[in-house]
């Protein structure tokens, strides 16, 4: 699996748009960018995945690069409990189903 | 749906001695992770298993860990004997694999003190 690459903190004001960047210049065409987040002492959870177009749903926004080289997510109105260590997970198809997390950015919401 | 279930939340246990911990996947899952995080090395994939069957074990630390899965519906991860430095949060997933992409769903962990 491709390695990524994330800033290790940032913060955002609370209704604002966080907008946290990823870099996985060495992507291959199949593999496909995966967001999860954890929150202070609970398990990591799922935000969303994408293989070349952006998606959206009810959590975030994935923008992917033409080149796939690089991703965004988007929390469109950051709300205190936002606050998490967001990871970028680049992984294959089936047949590739261990998750490397990495060290994820740490995303700190101030009011 | 409960979501994965984990359980003891918290253990502690002396050296020596046996632990087990327990994992009941998302029911019509076809995949099951178990992880482990500490401040050192982060999340850690241990092992998973696809349809009751262990695929990869390769991020099991040593012989003193083993895991089970004897049905779709319960795991066991059980460390013998136990040390200080097995002390972590232990997580358990489940996902349905599938073409599109298999997000995998946590349980809220084990948290293992061993002193």
């Known amino acids: 699996d491709a390695k990524t690459t994330q800033p290790p903190s940032m913060d955002c004001a609370e209704g604002r748009a966080a907008n946290l960047p990823c870099n996985h210049s060495?992507?291959?065409?199949?593999?496909?960018v995966y967001w999860y987040r954890q929150i202070h002492s609970q398990g990591p959870q799922y935000i969303i995945h994408?293989?070349?177009n952006n998606e959206t749903n009810e959590m975030a926004s994935l923008i992917i690069t033409e080149d796939r080289k690089s991703s965004t997510l988007i929390l469109p109105h950051a709300t205190l409990r936002d606050t998490a260590v967001y990871y970028c997970?680049?992984?294959?198809?089936?047949?590739?189903?261990?998750?490397?997390f990495g060290t994820g950015t740490r995303l700190t919401v101030i009011p | 749906d409960a979501g994965v279930i984990q359980s003891p939340r918290h253990e502690v246990t002396e050296m020596g001695q046996e632990v087990t911990l327990r994992c009941k996947p998302i029911?019509?899952?076809?995949?099951l992770f178990w992880y482990r995080q500490t401040m050192m090395r982060g999340l850690e994939l241990l092992i998973y298993f696809n349809n009751n069957v262990p695929i990869d074990d390769s991020g099991m630390p040593e012989d003193r860990f083993s895991a089970k899965m004897p049905n779709a519906s319960f795991s066991t991860l059980k460390i013998q004997p136990s040390e200080p430095r097995d002390s972590a949060v232990y997580f358990c997933?489940?996902?349905?694999?599938?073409?599109?992409?298999?997000?995998?769903?946590f349980g809220p962990g084990t948290r293992l003190t061993v002193l």
């Open positions: 029911s019509g899952h076809n995949s």
């Open positions: 060495t992507i291959s065409g199949n593999e496909y």
């Open positions: 994408g293989l070349k």
């Open positions: 997970i680049v992984r294959g198809p089936l047949g590739a189903n261990n998750l490397f």
């Open positions: 997933a489940s996902s349905f694999s599938r073409a599109a992409g298999n997000e995998q769903f």
